[in-house]
Every structure is written in structure tokens, then in C-alpha cells.
């Protein structure tokens, strides 16, 4: 029996809706064993993950076991047919490097800065 991998995500990040709302497509096409939760809507503390946390980075879990950031991704991407070869190819050690990189040191903090200024217009 294959296990769920439950991919967490930021609701409330346009950018992040749309790209789920792409691999939710491709997942149901597929039938693939994903389960997409927004971070908003999840009891964090069954993820080991406070708010704060868990809008700094992509997390996903399976069989228990939380993966983050850029390996979130690649665990995704392998469960996705049309994605499996760009997980793959990311795999290899200097893409993988570079990858990880961009998504620690641009994507995610940038993505996090945009959700800290959208929720702060929206308190304001």
C-alpha cells in the first residue's frame, strides 16, 4: 500500500495557490497519492511546526517523516508522472546544489516577505 505524501502550503500566497492548484491538476490526473493541506486550515502542531514556520518554507510528509524546503519539492515532484524527470535531473549533484540554493536563498525568503507584507496590509 503506497503511503500519502501530504504536501503543506500557504493558502493566502497567490503564488503558492497556483502552483498547488497545478500539481493538485497533474496529482488527480494521475491518481497519485497526494494530499495538498493548507497551513491555515492544518493543526501545525501535528506537523512539529509552529505559524511562523511553516510559511517560511514548503513542507511535506510521508510516512511520518517531514521534509522541507527544496527536498519537499523533489519528494512532490516523484509522486507527479509529468514531473518525475525534472526531479530527477534536480537530483544530480550540481543542480541539486543550485536548486537548493535558489530556493533557500531567493524563492522562499522572498515568497515569505511578500506574505508578511500582504498580511500586514491586511491588518492595517
Known amino acids: 500500500m503506497t503511503q500519502t505524501l501530504e504536501i503543506l502550503y500557504n493558502g493566502r500566497c497567490p503564488i ?20 495538498f493541506i493548507d497551513l491555515h486550515e492544518a493543526t501545525l502542531s501535528h506537523w512539529g511546526l509552529d505559524a511562523e514556520q511553516a510559511t517560511r518554507r514548503f513542507h511535506a510528509r510521508k510516512d511520518g517523516q517531514i521534509i522541507s524546503g527544496f527536498p519537499a519539492f523533489l519528494a512532490l515532484w516523484h509522486e507527479l508522472p509529468r514531473m ?7 537530483e544530480l549533484p550540481v543542480l541539486h546544489q543550485l536548486a537548493d540554493f535558489g530556493y533557500n536563498h531567493l524563492a522562499a525568503p522572498v515568497l515569505y516577505w511578500m ?10
Open 16 to 35: 503558492c495557490s497556483a502552483e498547488i492548484a497545478h500539481y493538485r491538476k497533474q496529482a488527480e490526473r494521475a491518481d497519485a497519492p497526494v494530499a
Open 115 to 124: 506574505h508578511k507584507r500582504r498580511e500586514a496590509r491586511k491588518a492595517g
Open 84 to 90: 518525475r524527470r525534472l526531479a530527477r535531473a534536480l
